[in-house]
């Protein structure tokens, strides 16, 4: 099969170095605490049967990218993203043999249809691609504990989060936001950044984002202090 022709505008080629401008900064600016020791891996990413590993800013045509689903591999976290949409499946902690999440599913009008700028540092990711209304990042650490994840959108949106079978949200801290899981060892939460939870049930939540707003996850010893924090740890089995 002949490669598809590649046109990439100005507006996309402008995008695409601006993110690449900003992504030191949006790295630093990943918000999650750091107070539990951790271990951390690497991730590669691969579409299609392209590979990228190693410490890299990439710029990575919008052709390759249509209809595709990347694999998103760490030593600690894996999961999988619809690149149309940016529509995250089967988030999995690799050590402990525990999906968290079978979705996480942003709203997004159109297919993303841009270039997607790909940083690599570390055990760091970041993924940004968009289109002429939405523009969407995700970051990411492989990581066993602590932060480890968060979508974030430049446009008022909504995110929907549903949980894999056999974790159940338990609380939501009416102070803070957060809303925590478990599945008994397991314990973590949504972590909300200008964002508001529209409703929420055992294994399903919607989160309503303003501009700039971002849904984290945290898990481990951080998710257990800030639920200590609520004064209803009972709520989640502690």
Wanted: glycine fraction near 8%.
């Amino acid at each position: 099969m002949n490669s598809p022709v590649l046109a990439i505008n100005h507006r996309t080629i402008k995008a695409a170095l601006l993110s690449v401008a900003l992504m030191i900064t949006s790295i630093v600016l990943f918000s999650a605490p750091a107070h539990a020791k951790k271990s951390c891996g690497v991730y590669q990413v691969t579409i299609g049967n392209k590979v990228f590993s190693g410490k890299q800013t990439t710029v990575v045509p919008a052709g390759p990218l249509a209809n595709k689903i990347a694999h998103i591999q760490g030593q600690y976290t894996d999961f999988y993203l619809d690149l149309n949409t940016f529509t995250v499946l089967n988030y999995k902690l690799v050590k402990a043999n525990t999906q968290v999440f079978d979705s996480k599913t942003p709203v997004v009008a159109g297919s993303l249809n841009s270039p997607m700028v790909l940083k690599l540092n570390n055990e760091q990711m970041v993924l940004e691609r968009n289109n002429d209304t939405s523009d969407m990042k995700i970051q990411a650490k492989d990581c066993d504990n602590g932060g480890t994840f968060q979508m974030e959108t430049d446009r008022p949106g909504q995110e929907t989060n549903k949980l894999a079978q056999g974790i159940n949200y338990c609380l939501q801290d009416s102070v803070s936001g957060k809303l925590f899981f478990t599945n008994g060892p397991l314990l973590g939460y949504d972590s909300p950044q200008l964002a508001t939870l529209v409703n929420w049930t055992s294994d399903k939540a919607t989160w309503s984002l303003e501009a700039g707003g971002r849904i984290g996850m945290v898990t481990g010893e951080d998710a257990e202090e800030a639920l200590a924090t609520t004064g209803n740890s009972a709520a989640c089995g502690r």
